[in-house]
């Protein structure tokens, strides 16, 4: 079966780093986009980061309030996404979900970090950055 399973997450404070890691089982990640989402108390589920490869080459994505400060990667030998989070802020506190659906077209990850093209998802894992 095809699942996705978050770990990483913790409490750091601000200016800190976390690496976040999506262990996927059941697939292979070519031909599969995966995207970072996140949920604070009281706000929109809202995109983080995705990336995927298709037939039609590789592509990466990023909010804009992350850009610059979170790098997302993908080991295929381990079949893991990570998400690699520098410079964080008490605004970045929430839950990180990993979502992931095929891709062997290349239409994902393209204009976005967009909740809809993805049907799976990991349980998540909590984030929070205070001092």
């Known amino acids: 079966q095809l699942q996705l399973v978050e770990s990483g997450g913790g409490l750091v404070q601000p200016g800190g780093s976390l690496r976040l890691s999506c262990a996927a089982s059941?697939?292979?990640?070519?031909?599969?986009?995966i995207g970072w989402f996140r949920q604070a108390p009281g706000k929109e589920r809202e995109g983080v980061s995705c990336?995927?490869?298709?037939?039609?080459?590789?592509?990466?994505n990023y909010a804009d309030s992350v850009k610059g400060r979170f790098t997302i990667s993908r080991d295929n030998a381990k079949n893991t996404v990570y998400l690699q989070m520098n410079s964080l802020k008490p605004e970045d506190t929430a839950v990180y979900y990993c979502?992931?659906?095929?891709?062997?077209?290349?239409?994902?990850?393209?204009?976005?970090?967009?909740?809809?093209?993805?049907?799976?998802w990991g349980q998540g894992t909590q984030v929070t950055v205070s001092s």
């Open positions: 990336i995927s490869s298709s037939s039609s080459g590789s592509r990466i």
């Open positions: 059941g697939f292979t990640l070519d031909y599969y986009a």
């Open positions: 979502a992931a659906d095929a891709d062997l077209f290349g239409k994902r990850c393209r204009t976005g970090v967009l909740q809809y093209e993805y049907g799976y």
